[in-house]
């Protein structure tokens, strides 16, 4: 029987098989091996008593993300707000760059469009424009809340963006009852206190799980190599192949196809700064070691 870690607590795993929750122990031959079973992990388990059974085995990871820990993330929902607080696209940039790093397709939701006024904001064409998929949403007008809620109707989603921007509001909205747990304050007493952080995954009555715990929150530069960091910049691909190096890191080098576009106004040259600022993080890194 085949089914998808939903929580472990307690030393039992809980695999929700077909609609039910089964509390499995784990096959001793896991814990010897040391082998981690993450939520998210597709698991066979094997029937013991009512709803009582064993982890068999783990089937493999497609990816897996480290804050929170869930594994075989479809995609991760990075919010914004429009306005209240204004968007950092700093931020939004190195988000985009995480989740795709990690192997997670990124949905960027700007939300509070009801504040926005008349006019759509300039960043929404700009990410489109990019190639990210991008939506914007109010929970105050209800605009874009079943968009958001059939994206997430199968698979995993992992919600992410700065606390203030209305990521439990939006969740509520898809489904009420529905919060992710409270950020800022409650990780800091966490912190503190070493708890381990329990992520659990919430089913949507119309398909999908949610972990229940937003997701990275930090500002640290993704392990990327600073010559694969286009490859997180869609815009960029198409051109690279016609720069005159190499290994060009579109930086200071001559006959970049990069820098001739962004010079056309074809890439977007806050986002190409961006690219710039990131660069010279992983440099700056690349070189303390
Ligand atoms: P979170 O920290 O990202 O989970 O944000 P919350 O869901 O707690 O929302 C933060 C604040 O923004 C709350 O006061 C919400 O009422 C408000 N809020 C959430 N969504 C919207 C929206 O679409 N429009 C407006 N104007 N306010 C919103
Ligand atoms: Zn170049």
Not at 195 to 203: C, D, G, K, P, Y
Request: hydrophobic share 35%; charged share 25%.
């Amino acid at each position: 029987m085949d089914g998808i870690v939903i929580k472990a607590y307690g030393g039992f795993y809980f695999v929700g098989c077909g609609g039910d929750l089964w509390q499995c122990s784990l096959r001793g031959v896991f814990r010897h091996r040391k082998l981690e079973v993450m939520v998210g992990d597709r698991v066979a388990v094997k029937p013991l008593d009512r709803n009582k059974g064993v982890v068999d085995q783990v089937y493999p990871r497609r990816n897996s993300l480290v804050r929170p820990p869930v594994a075989n993330v479809d995609r991760v929902v990075i919010v914004f707000s429009v306005r209240d607080p204004e968007p950092s696209l700093g931020l939004l940039d190195r988000f985009l760059v995480h989740a795709e790093a990690a192997g997670v397709q990124p949905v960027t939701c700007f939300n509070k469009s009801d504040l926005a006024g008349e006019q759509i904001p300039d960043f929404i064409k700009i990410y489109r424009d990019a190639g990210y998929t991008v939506i914007s949403t109010s929970t105050r007008s209800n605009t874009g809340v079943s968009d958001l809620k059939t994206l997430l109707n199968q698979g995993i989603t992992v919600f992410a963006g700065p606390s203030g921007v209305g990521k439990s509001s939006l969740l509520n909205a898809i489904q009420p009852g529905l919060r992710l747990k409270t950020g800022e304050i409650g990780e800091k007493l966490k912190r503190g206190r070493h708890t381990t952080r329990h992520v659990e995954l919430l089913a949507l009555d119309g398909g999908g799980l949610v972990a229940d715990t937003p997701g990275f929150s930090s500002l640290f530069v993704p392990e990327v190599k600073r010559e694969e960091l286009y490859f997180y910049f869609p815009e960029m691909e198409k051109y690279v192949p016609d720069c005159r190096f190499k290994g060009c890191l579109h930086h200071s080098e001559p006959d970049c196809a990069v820098k001739e576009a962004v010079a056309r106004n074809e890439i977007d040259s806050g986002r190409y700064g961006r690219y710039l600022e990131i660069l010279n993080e992983i440099t700056g890194r690349e070189r303390s070691y």
